[in-house]
């Protein structure tokens, strides 16, 4: 489940991103506690080895090591390589999300112009609208782990309404070596020229305006199919990975406390302060990299899926020529209109109304 903070930060305020600090479910801690934890135990383990262990001729071979190691570490382009990773990852994020189709502009245009209000008209804009959901299920499930789960088979997507039993024939006899999601498109394509032929489209402007929003609704499913198709170039995860890794096990040793060091403070805090920061950079990046998992801030792809349906087949068929009445708004012989404030937003209305930068020059 997406983890949601929105309206906690809807105002800046002192301390306003500490109280988030103390959330578990999609922390970092979640993410970070076994990598910190086996980091710990590596470094306690180098330095009671070093103190208890080693003779006075193998501590000086360490201490020569480990200044080697803490000499050339920084030499590991960490912070340049993992910025740039993880800015490609979290567009890439956001892309995706972006590409998921939604069906409200379809089902609009469905609804205002496939006609008729007998059982025919409301078969045809249901099918319609059907259709196009059912290609978004068959690409879903094809990315998503939890839509997968949840369609294992498509007889589970025939027992959940998407698809009937001699749709699932005539689809299953289409033969394709290649992922077949854009069937349902080409049948809601082929079923709105037969609207058309049979005049519940009334005429070819809106038939291409039927056909243009199916088309972008298509190319989103496509454009997910390609997102997943098409990773991130694996040298690139390599590179920024062996980085991380061999810069915090160069740290391992080259940043032990050495005898005849100024100080000794047996625990490295701000080498663990930087393993927290590099390592869950990294972390992040792993996370988002698919957001079509079952991680806590993956997308709720199920929960999509359910509402596009339900609004979907609102819109196109109880919603279809089922207008309120009309009647004169409240500002009918105003000249202007001023919606009311409430006292809790009165103080806006002492603000005066920006005109431009030079209106008061």
Avoid at 127 to 144: G, M
Avoid at 237 to 256: D, E, K, N, P
Avoid at 264 to 276: A, E, G, R, S
């Amino acid at each position: 489940m997406t983890i949601s903070y929105t309206l906690e930060v809807a105002n800046a305020r002192f301390g306003g991103f500490s109280k988030l600090l103390f959330r578990w479910k999609g922390s970092i801690y979640k993410l970070l506690y076994k990598e910190l934890l086996v980091f710990t135990i590596c470094y306690t383990l180098l330095s009671v080895i070093y103190r208890l262990v080693l003779t006075k001729g193998q501590r000086y071979l360490f201490e020569k090591v480990a200044l080697y190691c803490d000499q050339y570490t920084n030499f590991i382009p960490v912070t340049f390589v993992l910025g740039f990773y993880v800015t490609l990852v979290i567009n890439r994020w956001w892309a995706q999300y972006t590409s998921i189709p939604l069906p409200d502009q379809l089902m609009c245009v469905v609804s205002s112009n496939v006609h008729g209000g007998d059982e025919r008209g409301r078969l045809l804009r249901r099918t319609l609208i059907r259709y196009a959901n059912l290609s978004s299920v068959l690409i879903l499930r094809s990315v998503s782990i939890r839509v997968l789960k949840r369609f294992p088979t498509m007889e589970h997507i025939v027992e959940a309404g998407f698809m009937t039993h001699e749709e699932l024939k005539k689809y299953e006899s289409l033969s394709s070596d290649f992922n077949k999601y854009w069937i349902p498109c080409v049948w809601f394509t082929n079923l709105a020229a037969q609207a058309r032929r049979d005049g519940r489209v009334r005429d070819d402007i809106a038939l291409k305006l039927l056909l243009d929003e199916l088309n972008k609704y298509r190319a989103k499913c496509s454009l997910l199919f390609h997102y997943d198709w098409i990773s991130v170039p694996l040298v690139y995860t390599q590179v920024v990975t062996i980085a991380v890794y061999s810069f915090f096990a160069s740290c391992l040793i080259g940043r032990q406390f050495l005898a005849g060091a100024p100080l000794d403070l047996y625990v490295p805090i701000f080498t663990l302060l930087q393993f927290f920061f590099y390592f869950g950079w990294l972390k992040v990046a792993e996370q988002i990299i698919n957001p079509f998992g079952e991680d806590d801030d993956d997308f709720e792809t199920n929960r999509l899926i359910d509402r596009n349906l339900q609004v979907s087949l609102l819109s196109v068929d109880d919603m279809y020529q089922n207008l309120p009445p009309m009647g004169k708004d409240k500002y009918w012989d105003e000249q202007s209109a001023l919606p009311p404030y409430t006292i809790a937003t009165a103080a806006e209305t002492l603000k005066p109304s920006f005109m431009g930068s030079t209106f008061d020059m």
